[in-house]
Each structure stands twice: as C-alpha cells, then as structure tokens.
C-alpha cells in the first residue's frame, strides 16, 4: 500500500518538486517500505524519534543513502539530538533557536541548512515569523557563519476552504519571490516548503518546491 501511495502522488509531482514522507509516528517497516520503492527523503517532528530511528538504521545497515528533515518546534536543549542527523532543519521559528543552532555549528564544525518558518495562518498558537522579522533577520544573515539560508517554510491557515488555503499559499511565494530578489546574495535560498497530504496539489499550482506529505502515503498515525 505504502508504495503504491508513493507512485500516485509522485506520478503527479512535477520534476522540481521534492517530496519529503513525514513519517513521525510510523514505524521503522513503514519508512523502509517507502525506501525499497524508492523514497529517500523523510521528514520527523520529535527529536528523540529521530535520533532513535536514525540509529536504529546505523546499526542494522540498512537505507544508507536515506536523507533526513527536521520539520517540528525544537527547543534549544534537543539540538544534539537533531542536528548531527538532520540535513535540512525547516523549522526555524524564533532568533533565539537560530542563535543557537549557529553556536552549535561553530562548535562542531557543520554548517546547518534551514528554512525559515513563516507564520501566516490566523491561529495563534502556531509557531513562525512574521513578515518583518524575516526581513530584519535576514538584513543581519551575515552574523550567522554556520547557517545556510535555504528558503521559506510555511502552512496555510486550519481551514477546508481551499480559496483561504490558496489565498495563504499566494502570500507566501510572494514573500518568497520578494525574498528572492532582495537577497540575490543568498544564493541557496530556493526552497518553499508548502503544502501537505490534504492541500499539496493547491501549493504545487503556488509555486511549492517541496511538500510534506505523511497521511497520504502512510495512513493515520498510530500513536
């Protein structure tokens, strides 16, 4: 089933459009299902399930050329347990944290990749910059000698009403496209990570250069 999920949904990828399959909650058999038909790109939420499946695969040989992305709130206390596995953080949503991932990059010697996550949706409780700040942080990208500025992560608002969800998704690659043109310097920051299992299709038409997609190639979660 899992990889039959995969052939659809990559079936109707265009070509630059990369697909990261969240797979927190899921279980090592799952991810390497997904693998054996061809994914290499995962995407986890919580640090010690990264860590812990990254090991896990270590230890047992098995997916070697499997790439991981970070995609939930981390706190400054689990970045040991993220950064050494993770070859994109795409949740980058305070100073603070970006302040602290930069130290742990001179300390170990590693430059981090990131997205910045963008809040845009009207609830409160997610996570993210707004607008201004990601302008002002970026005015300042110099200072962080350890980060590469990769791009722009973002959600549209909780909501079934697609014209609200594409409305959402506009306004994010227009930041993105403005971004783009006033940082020619940023050379790597490409990417725009739009769009999950339930809206992917409306952030691809946006102009998405990477979805997150995990219900639509897994199933529910099992918790």
Request: aromatic residues 8%.
């Amino acid at each position: 089933m899992i990889a039959e999920n995969l052939k659809k949904i990559l079936s109707g990828l265009p070509p630059e459009v990369k697909l990261v399959a969240v797979s927190k909650y899921h279980p090592l058999d799952d991810i390497k299902e997904a693998y054996a038909a061809g994914q290499r790109l995962f995407g986890e939420n919580r640090p010690q399930e990264l860590e812990k499946k990254v090991k896990e695969l270590a230890e047992s040989g098995e997916c070697p050329d499997i790439q991981w992305n970070f995609l939930g709130h981390l706190q400054t206390n689990k970045l040991k347990q993220v950064l050494p596995y993770a070859s994109l953080v795409q949740s980058i949503d305070t100073i603070h944290l970006l302040q602290e991932v930069d130290k742990w990059g001179k300390k170990n010697d590693k430059v981090i990749n990131v997205l910045l996550e963008l809040h845009i949706g009207a609830e409160e409780t997610k996570q993210g910059f707004h607008e201004e700040e990601i302008l002002e942080l970026l005015f300042g990208a110099s200072k962080y000698a350890n980060i590469r500025f990769c791009g722009l992560m973002g959600m549209a608002s909780h909501t079934d009403d697609m014209e609200t969800v594409h409305a959402d998704f506009e306004r994010i690659k227009s930041f993105m496209d403005y971004l783009t043109d006033l940082f020619p310097e940023l050379v790597d920051f490409k990417e725009l990570s739009i769009g999950m299992s339930g809206d992917y299709e409306t952030a691809i038409d946006c102009g998405s250069t990477m979805v997150r997609i995990g219900t639509a190639i897994f199933g529910e979660r099992s918790y």
